[in-house]
């Protein structure tokens, strides 16, 4: 069974940072595709960043590209979503997610995980 843990989120000023990290028990970073999404209220979960099993492939949605950076630490098992230049739109619960592949292929669906975290809350003020 793998276990994610979420920590990072917090409150922040637009223009600020924050890193998240996933800390993952019962599997290999290395072994296993990450995701990163987010839900704000009243509004549906959405895919923020994801990368391969593999490491050699990344996704990042339009709205975060060029401030949001995925990397992995395979000795610790975490994976970490540094987030930069923060806007009052990027406040959202995000979640890591999870699921067995080693491959180059990354996953944007929900559907597509199998193991989630419970989320970090991460709140930008204007």
């Known amino acids: 069974q793998v276990q994610l843990v979420e920590t990072g989120g917090g409150l922040v000023q637009a223009g600020g940072s924050l890193r998240l990290s996933c800390a993952a028990s019962g599997r290999a970073v290395n072994l296993y595709a990450m995701g990163w999404f987010r839900q704000a209220p009243g509004k549906e979960r959405e895919i923020v960043v994801a990368m391969s099993g593999s490491g050699g492939s990344t996704y990042y949605a339009d709205s975060v590209k060029g401030r949001f950076t995925i990397s992995g630490d395979n000795a610790k098992n975490v994976v970490y979503l540094q987030m930069n230049s923060l806007k009052p739109e990027d406040t959202a619960r995000y979640y890591c997610?999870?699921?067995?592949?080693?491959?180059?292929?990354?996953?944007?669906?929900?559907?597509?995980?199998?193991?989630w975290g419970q989320g970090t809350q991460v709140t930008v003020s204007s």
């Open positions: 997610a999870t699921k067995r592949s080693a491959s180059a292929l990354i996953w944007l669906r929900i559907s597509d995980y199998n193991f």
